[in-house]
């Protein structure tokens, strides 16, 4: 069973620090894009980072440029969302995503959610002010 689980969130105030994982598991994601979406209340998920398949590549929405930071490990299937200065507009149910074919690599595709065929049920972040 293919599955990504993420860990990592609660509750943190404002300026504060939290570190999101995602453990995949029932197939190799090494070759996959990876990221991460959030959905905060009343609003649709929108687009957090993505992170290529070697590691080398990664892209931030314009609102977490500069705060989050993304990465991977592809020897243990896990790939990490560290964010740092959070904001209590921060606050969403964080989603680990997979992009097994690399959909969300053509032009226009990233920040479109269907492009990303493997999702966790994602963790609670709340930001107090």
């Known amino acids: 069973q293919v599955q990504l689980m993420e860990s990592g969130g609660g509750l943190v105030q404002a300026g504060g620090s939290l570190r999101l994982s995602c453990a995949a598991s029932?197939?190799?994601?090494?070759?996959?894009?990876m990221g991460w979406w959030r959905q905060a209340p009343g609003k649709d998920r929108t687009f957090v980072a993505t992170i290529d398949w070697s590691g080398d590549t990664t892209y931030y929405a314009d609102s977490v440029r500069g705060r989050f930071t993304i990465s991977r490990d592809n020897a243990k299937n896990t790939v990490s969302l560290q964010m740092s200065n959070l904001k209590p507009e921060d606050t969403a149910v964080y989603y680990c995503?997979?992009?097994?074919?690399?959909?969300?690599?053509?032009?226009?595709?990233?920040?479109?959610?269907?492009?990303?065929?493997?999702w966790g049920e994602g963790t609670q972040v709340t930001v107090s002010s």
């Open positions: 995503v997979a992009d097994s074919s690399r959909a969300s690599y053509a032009q226009g595709q990233r920040e479109n959610l269907e492009a990303y065929d493997f």
């Open positions: 029932g197939r190799t994601f090494s070759s996959d894009v």
